[in-house]
């Protein structure tokens, strides 16, 4: 058997599961990057319980293991009373994990604003909010983008666990195939090549061309 | 340190009270007193330069009337009203942040390093405090910041961002910036001192022509002696977080009295 009478009896398994973890990575990212904003500005807060709160979290997602974290939300939540389906288990787990990274991200960058702007911002009378929304984070986000490149292919990488807590994503449409066929390397390199591609060809143009268009809107191109 | 509250008055009235009173004010970091009980009037329409060392407090002034800096003691009045503190059942009590924010639409300030915002183009630098903070529509906005940048010399720059203009331009746009929010006092921080010795007349001129043209009260910190002999009608030599001297610029540049004038003024002399 061919390696393209492989892909040609596979597809729409492969296809469906690539969709799957197209929009499990679309929600999650989503998922990253309010986790990041909310919990990154809560860290800048007067408050200490606000900050606390903040920081209880960025710890826990981030000093645990994403696969730990999806078994906890999925099996051990619903024990709690908060019972998700495995889809958006998935994505919010994997949006939760990452957020706790990007929260840091948010808080550096916001950091490094000029105090200056700041303080012109102040000088405008405008409200807390206002600066922070206007002038602060616009220029905070140019700062941050590099690093949110990366971290947008960890999350899209990281997506590949919600599999285990059976979300029919590229992983769990992979293993299946190999279950039934024993092609082990032409299943995993076919989705070796698919979320490579992914990465690669889509989610790293995407974010240089966002990091080139916010350049421009900064006046720096 | 304790302050007895019931000395400062609650409001200042009458025909001569002064658009900014600096009232026995204080400012300390930590061990360090940068401000040592400062009285300071500045008259409605007067312009006023502080010249004196670095480290004497002179910024330190202009960033308590911004509300960029608490104040330790003292109180501070802008337009009759007190600045840093409010009245609560007949006394006077911290300013809270909604009083804070009242009190500072009266108040404009220009930046040693400009702090123009990056991510907008000259008139939308301009056009963001009024539409923003003051709810003006978009066309009104574009139009008070039009005049402004026409009045600085900088219209024809209206679509630029601050990176692609020079210091002096970038300085005029931030004048333009801050006039847009029409305050009642203007306050000018080492506006020159980060420029281009070429540029720095672009910058003095637009100051001049305030001076001429508005009946803007304006505080002005400065190494220009040359400027702030020219368009002050009184100049303060600060000297470790106190006035040493105050007068007129011909009394003060001319014939200075305190022997600490004297020295300073001949030591930036020479170094000019």
């Known amino acids: 058997m061919s390696y393209l009478d492989f892909l040609a009896a596979h597809s729409d398994r492969l296809i469906s599961g690539t969709l799957i973890t197209l929009a499990q990575f679309v929600l999650a990212a989503l998922v990253a990057v309010a986790a990041a904003l909310i919990s990154g500005l809560m860290k800048l807060a007067p408050l200490k319980p606000v900050r606390g709160v903040a920081t209880v979290y960025i710890e826990i997602f981030r000093g645990t293991s994403l696969l730990v974290q999806l078994y906890w939300i999925f099996f051990a939540l619903p024990l709690f009373g908060i019972s998700l389906d495995k889809f958006t288990a998935g994505f919010v787990t994997v949006g939760l994990c990452y957020g706790a990274y990007g929260g840091e991200l948010v808080r550096g960058a916001v950091v490094s604003v000029p105090k200056g702007q700041w303080e012109a911002a102040l000088a405008l009378n405008m409200s807390p909010l206002r600066r922070m929304w206007r002038i602060i984070l616009p220029q905070a986000l140019v700062g941050m983008l590099p690093p949110w490149g990366n971290l947008m292919v960890e999350i899209l990488k990281g997506t590949a666990l919600v599999a285990l807590i059976s979300v029919t994503d590229l992983m769990f449409e992979t293993r299946q195939i190999n279950n039934n066929t024993f092609l082990s390397a032409q299943a995993f390199g076919s989705a070796l090549i698919i979320y490579y591609v992914f990465a690669r060809f889509m989610v790293t143009p995407l974010m240089r061309w966002l990091e080139r268009v916010m350049a421009r809107k900064i006046g720096r191109a | ?272």
């Open chain 2, 1 to 272: 340190m304790t302050d007895d509250m019931s000395r400062y008055p609650l409001t200042l009235e009458g025909d001569d009270a002064p658009m900014v009173r600096f009232q026995n004010v204080t400012k300390k970091y930590g061990d360090l007193t940068v401000l040592d009980r400062l009285d300071l009037d500045v008259g409605a329409g007067e312009m006023v330069t502080i010249i004196g060392p670095s480290g004497s407090g002179k910024t330190t002034v202009l960033r308590m009337l911004m509300t960029l800096e608490t104040i330790d003691s003292g109180v501070i009045y802008v337009d009759g009203e007190p600045l840093t503190h409010m009245e609560r059942n007949g006394r006077l009590v911290r300013a809270n942040a909604a009083h804070m924010r009242r009190m500072r639409s009266k108040i404009g300030m220009c930046f040693q390093h400009f702090n123009l915002f990056p991510h907008m183009t000259a008139l939308g630098n301009c056009m963001e405090g009024p539409v923003q903070v003051l709810g003006m529509s978009k066309k009104e906005a574009e139009e008070r910041a039009l005049e402004l940048l026409d009045m600085v010399g900088m219209a024809e720059k209206r679509d630029q961002h601050p990176a692609r203009l020079s210091g002096g331009q970038q300085q005029r746009v931030a004048i333009a910036r801050a006039l847009a929010m029409r305050p009642k006092v203007m306050l000018f921080d080492e506006v020159t001192s980060a420029l281009d010795p070429e540029v720095i007349s672009e910058v003095t001129g637009v100051i001049r022509a305030l001076v001429d043209q508005h009946n803007l009260t304006m505080l002005m910190v400065t190494h220009q002696m040359g400027f702030a002999r020219e368009i002050s009608d009184r100049v303060c030599f600060f000297f470790d977080g106190s006035i040493e001297e105050q007068g007129t610029p011909e009394m003060l540049f001319d014939s200075p009295e305190k022997e600490r004038t004297q020295q300073f003024l001949s030591a930036v002399l020479e170094a000019n």
